[in-house]
C-alpha cells in the first residue's frame, strides 16, 4: 500500500470536532470528543478544528470547548485549532492555548448578520483587533490567525455574492496579518470554474500567503471543487469525517466533504495527505457508534480501497 | 431561471431503468417503467436506455424487456436506447426495434467472464457480427451502435486494466463501425487524472468518433470525473435518477453517479442539458415512491436548487 513519496503534500484538517459536530442534535461527551480526536491524530492528521469557542448558549455541544482543547493539547502532536466567531472568543482562545484560531466572517452580509449579528466590516475588524491581541501578547508565531471567508461562493439568504467583496475582504485581510485565508463554500453553492476563477484571483490579490478551502457537498460539488481548488495551487483542504455538519442557515444542507472520501480523491490525484487510510476507515466505524441514528455520509467505508489504490502517504 | 443557451451543449442519457433497476431487489411493475420513461422525457432527455435484452434467468427485472421497449417506442421523442451482453441480444433488439444498441464488453478479463462469461476478444468479435447483422437489414445509420467498454479504469476482481488494452479495444470497436464508444467505469475505481488521460488517448485513437462517459460514485469520484472528461471534450453523459444501481461484481459499489446532482454540475459549468430542473425533481420524488426501501442518493432533491443557479436549459 506505500509508494514513493511525491513531492506535492496537502493538508487535510479535520473539521468533523467543530462543523461537523455544529448541527448534530445530541451532544457528543467530552471524553468521546478527545477519543475521536486521539484517533484521527493517530490516523496522521496534523491539524485538528477541535472545537468552537462561541457562547453555550447558542450551541450547546460546545460548552465544554476549554476542556476539549485542553485534552486536545494534551494528546499534543498536531495543531489544535480553535473556530471563533468574533474578537471576544477570539481572546478567549488566546488565553486557553489554542495552536490556532480560525475566525470566521461571512462575504455576505446578510448571513453576517444571521451567524454573528453584525455587519462584515465590523468582523473584520475585530479580525484586526486579534490580530493586535496576539501580538500584544507576544504569541505571533506562536499562534497561527486564520480568517475564514464564510459564503464566498454565494448565499443561501441573500443570494449572490459579489467576487469583488471576496477579494477586497481578501486584502483586508491579509493586510491585516492574517497567516492563512480560509475560502468556505459554507452553503454547497460553488462550482468548479468558480472555484478555479476564485482563487485564482485572490492568489493575484494576497500573494505568497497560504490559501485553504473549505468545500461542503450539499449540492454533490464538493469533491469536484477540491480538484478545481487543487489544479490551482489550494494545499489546504477542510474535511468531516462522514461528511458530518450543515449550516443553521443552509436549508437542507447536507455537510461538509467527506474527509476519508476527500483523503482517497486527494491521494489518487497523487497529492500526498499522510494518512493511514485503514486507521481512518477503523475511526470511521467508531464514528457510527458514537452517534448513532445520525445521518452519517461518505463512500469510502461502504465500498472499501480500490484494489489498484496505492496511498501515497 | 433561463439565461440564453450557451453553445456548448451535453447529452446526458438516463440509465437508472437499466443500470439503475439492474442491482435493485424488487421488480418494478412495467407499467411504472413506461411512467418513470414517459416522465424523463418530459423532463428534456433525448436519450434513455430504457432496459437490457439479457436472459430473464439472469436478471428477472428484464423479464419484460421487449414489452418495456415497445412501450418506450410508443412514447416516442427520444432515443430509445437498449443494452445487451452478446451478439444474441443484439439481434433481438435489432428485431424489437430499438433505436440504439449499447453493445457491452469489459477491458478487464476477468469481468467479461465474471459478466458474460467468455473472453473480451469473443465478445469483441461478436460486436463486430452485430454491426454486420445490422447493416446487412438496411439499419445503417438508422440503429446506432454504441459499443460500452466496462471496467475501462480497474476492475474489482483483477485489479488493473492495463490503457494499452483499452486503446486496443477502442480501435478494434470503432474500426468494426460503432457509432460511439462509451468509457465506462463499472466499479469507481477511476480518478479524474486517469480519466482525463485515458479519454484524450482513446480521442487520439479514434479520431471524430464521439466517446460517451458512463461513471458509478462508488468511492465518491463521480462528478469530479464527469468534470475531468468534460474538460477534455467529452459531451456524452451517463447517470441514473437518484444515483441507483451498482455491479453484481463491485462489492459495496453505491451506484451510478445521480442524474440531477451530474446535470446540475454540468449546467452549473456551463453547459446544457436541456432539463426542466423541477420537473427532474418531481420526478425524483416519485422514483421514491416507487421504490419503498431503497437507497437512493443523490443531493440535489434534498438541497434545492440554489438561489444563484440560473439553468442554460
Redesign the interface.
Known amino acids: 500500500m506505500k509508494r514513493m513519496p511525491l513531492p506535492d503534500k496537502v493538508d487535510l484538517r479535520e473539521v468533523g470536532l467543530r462543523d461537523g459536530l455544529q448541527m448534530v442534535g445530541q451532544i457528543l461527551p467530552t471524553q468521546t470528543k478527545l477519543d475521536w480526536c486521539r484517533d484521527q491524530v493517530a490516523c496522521g492528521f496534523s491539524e485538528i478544528e477541535v472545537t468552537s469557542f462561541v457562547p453555550p448558549s447558542s450551541i450547546p455541544q460546545f460548552a465544554d470547548a476549554a476542556e476539549v482543547l485542553k485534552g486536545a493539547k494534551a494528546i499534543g502532536g498536531f495543531t489544535a485549532a480553535v473556530l471563533v466567531p468574533n474578537l471576544k472568543g477570539g481572546i478567549r482562545a488566546l488565553e486557553r492555548g489554542a495552536d490556532k484560531i480560525t475566525f470566521v466572517l461571512s462575504a455576505s452580509e446578510a448571513h453576517n448578520m444571521s451567524n454573528v449579528r453584525r455587519p462584515t466590516d465590523a468582523s473584520a475588524t475585530e479580525f484586526e483587533d486579534l490580530v493586535t491581541e496576539r501580538d500584544a501578547r507576544g504569541l505571533k508565531g506562536k499562534v497561527a490567525l486564520s480568517a475564514v471567508i464564510a459564503t464566498a461562493f454565494?448565499?443561501?439568504i441573500q443570494?449572490?455574492v459579489p467576487e469583488d467583496r471576496v477579494l477586497d475582504l481578501s486584502e483586508r485581510l491579509a493586510a491585516a496579518g492574517a497567516d492563512e485565508l480560509s475560502i468556505a463554500d459554507t452553503?454547497?453553492?460553488g462550482?468548479?470554474?468558480?472555484v478555479r476563477r476564485l482563487f485564482a484571483a485572490i492568489s493575484t490579490v494576497v500573494g505568497p500567503l497560504p490559501l485553504a478551502a473549505h468545500f461542503h457537498?450539499?449540492?454533490?460539488?464538493g469533491?469536484?471543487n477540491?480538484?478545481?481548488a487543487a489544479e490551482v495551487g489550494v494545499r489546504r483542504f477542510d474535511a468531516a469525517l462522514g461528511g458530518l455538519g450543515g449550516c443553521p442557515f443552509?436549508?437542507?444542507?447536507?455537510g461538509n466533504i467527506?474527509t476519508e472520501?476527500c483523503a482517497?480523491?486527494l491521494e489518487?490525484?497523487?497529492l500526498s495527505t499522510g494518512i493511514d487510510f485503514e486507521r481512518l476507515l477503523q475511526l470511521r466505524v467508531r464514528l457510527e457508534e458514537w452517534l448513532p441514528g445520525e445521518r452519517i455520509e461518505?463512500?469510502?467505508k461502504?465500498?472499501?480501497l480500490?484494489?489498484?489504490f496505492l496511498s501515497a502517504a
Open positions: 454565494g448565499c443561501s443570494g449572490e452553503v454547497g453553492y462550482n468548479p470554474l468558480q457537498d450539499t449540492r454533490g460539488m469533491l469536484a477540491v480538484i478545481a443552509a436549508p437542507g444542507a447536507t467527506a472520501d482517497y480523491l489518487s490525484i497523487g461518505g463512500r469510502l461502504q465500498a472499501g480500490a484494489k489498484t
